[in-house]
């Protein structure tokens, strides 16, 4: 049988008969082996059918990473359901948000959720850490196929209430083939993946590539940049995934001199635009080499760097399209511009795609064109020889007095000043100019903050254009994270324009005087 018409819970039941006592998940406090993972996982399928769940049925999972999603997930399979992922870091509306919309009739979480559910006329059960005895139980498979639908997540967007994405494993196991070639991923690698399980990058670097391929993955409750850096040098991880924002902590950490990290081969990475300089410094102190693709939770990939690439085009383009992906660059307009390499918005028709968003038709229109290309709203470009460039999302650029600032290039820019951690840059309103750039900064140490004049100061020095240059600048000991652990833009758009406000109200009151 082949990988693309098995199943991932038929993939695990092979592994727990063929090599029992090998480590499938690993945590700081403990392994939980093949055997267990199945074992686990088929009893509590079984008490999922004991609760009534049958085919199709939606069964929300809401809890903190670990190797109890994974079970749940995969019993969920098992039991002929369909997940709802919930990421551990999702606020209370969204969680009843994303229950209600689609249609959960059980959720397995923490005992804190068990009011949300009863409110919500929901069944609960509390998801353990499957530490205990593993016992007998066995469920009649529900026969599903991998084309069916498995999985609904979320948008990990930053602004108003995410939609709801659908998912067949099909999707996933075609992106599993194009990361093994990306990275020359073999049984023999550790896998690391400190992502939200139910988001895209999670869940193929968490729940498929290292299941299929049978090799351990370590897991985190929750991120935290020493710990990390701890358990690759303790399990000897060889290939980490991490946002862009992840990386740069671990880089930023002072015990990262500290560890051996000569395992480290491979960093998969995006979610955000990768910034050049501490993705070079990454691969310059690990040794390892920084990989991506490019794509969204909705498209999967565009286009994907490999080991074959030089650093230039690692880390200053977003890889190669990826031919099966058919993809194609469109102007405002809907003219197909890819012939003459764009830029136009990106967009894709290929076996990485997710199956459109649950229930939601006006959403879905926006998704794809008339003629089903599937969008990505972001500002593309490809070269002459195949490789994409992101300009920025449509969403994502400052119009200043008519002209279009990429807020990602300010970005870039601003966060090669060393005492720059994290940058990020959002639309402050202007009466006169429409919209003026407002630059975030985490800094490396909050004793020593950059000021807006000394950005000013190191962006002229570069050679950096004014247009270009923050016009205001908010210092925070930490940005906000959305619950896929990307900065919360839209938070920080909220609070740029709350702060004109209260300013505004300010200067009013002080001038009544």
């Known amino acids: 049988m082949t990988v693309a018409a098995t199943t991932l819970g038929a993939v695990v039941a092979g592994h727990a008969t063929h090599r029992p006592d090998a480590p499938a998940y690993v945590t700081r406090e403990r392994v939980l082996t093949w055997a267990e993972y199945d074992a686990r996982a088929e009893r509590l399928a079984a008490t999922l059918v004991d609760d009534a769940i049958t085919s199709g049925d939606r069964v929300a999972v809401l809890a903190p990473d670990g190797p109890a999603v994974h079970v749940a997930y995969l019993a969920i399979e098992r039991a002929g359901g369909v997940i709802v992922g919930i990421g551990p870091r999702a606020g209370d509306r969204e969680v009843e948000h994303l229950l209600v919309r689609t249609g959960a009739s059980l959720l397995l979480s923490t005992p804190e959720t068990a009011s949300l559910a009863a409110r919500l006329g929901l069944g609960h059960r509390v998801l353990g850490d499957e530490s205990g005895p593993t016992g007998e139980a066995s469920v009649a498979h529900h026969g599903r196929a991998v084309e069916d639908l498995w999985l609904l997540n979320s948008t990990s967007g930053t602004t108003g209430l995410p939609k709801c994405v659908m998912h067949d494993q099909a999707r996933w196991l075609a992106f599993h083939e194009l990361a093994v070639e990306a990275g020359a991923l073999t049984p023999d690698d550790v896998f690391m993946s400190v992502l939200p399980a139910p988001f895209g990058f999670g869940i193929w670097t968490g729940h498929v590539t290292p299941t299929v391929l049978g090799a351990p993955c370590v897991l985190m409750d929750r991120f935290d940049a020493d710990e990390c850096l701890a358990l690759i040098e303790r399990e000897r991880v060889s290939v980490l995934a991490a946002v862009s924002t ?3 902590m671990l880089l930023n950490t002072p015990t990262l001199a500290e560890r051996d990290l000569s395992s480290l081969r491979v960093l998969f990475t995006g979610g955000e635009m990768v910034p050049y300089r501490r ?27 490999t080991l074959t690439d030089d650093r230039e085009h690692r880390l200053r383009t977003a890889g190669r399209v990826i031919p099966s992906m058919h993809v194609r660059l469109f102007a405002d307009d809907g003219a197909d ?28 229109a926006r998704l794809y064109t008339n003629d089903g290309w599937m ?8 070269d ?3 490789y994409l460039t992101v300009a920025g999302r449509t969403s994502d650029f400052i119009i200043r007095g008519g002209k279009n600032i990429s807020a990602a290039q300010v970005e870039d820019e601003v966060s090669t000043h060393p005492a720059v951690a994290l940058a990020a840059a959002v639309a402050m309103p202007d009466p006169v100019f429409g919209e003026r750039v407002c630059v975030y900064v985490e800094p490396r140490d909050a ?4 000021t807006l004049e000394a950005l000013r100061d190191h962006l002229e020095a570069r050679g950096v254009g004014k247009e270009l240059w923050p016009e205001r600048l908010e210092v925070r000991d930490r940005l906000p994270r959305s619950s896929g652990e990307k900065v919360a ?3 920080l758009r909220d609070d740029v324009r709350d702060l004109l406000a209260s300013e505004g109200k300010s200067r009013g009151e002080r001038e009544r005087l």
């Not at 894709?348 to 649950?358: E, N």
Request: proline share 5%.
């Open 279 to 305: 993705a070079a410094e990454f691969e310059d102190r690990t040794g390892c080499t920084v990989l991506q693709f490019y794509g969204s939770n909705e498209t999967g990939a565009l286009s994907r760097t």
């Open 447 to 450: 004793t020593v903050a950059p």
């Open 246 to 248: 992840q990386f740069v």
């Open 337 to 364: 511009v890819t012939a003459t390499g764009g830029p136009g918005i990106g967009a894709c028709r290929g076996p990485v795609t997710c199956l459109g968003y649950y229930d939601d038709p006006e959403a879905n």
């Open 375 to 382: 969008l990505t709203g972001d500002l593309c470009t490809i």
């Open 384 to 386: 002459g020889d195949g």
């Open 489 to 491: 833009k839209g938070e």
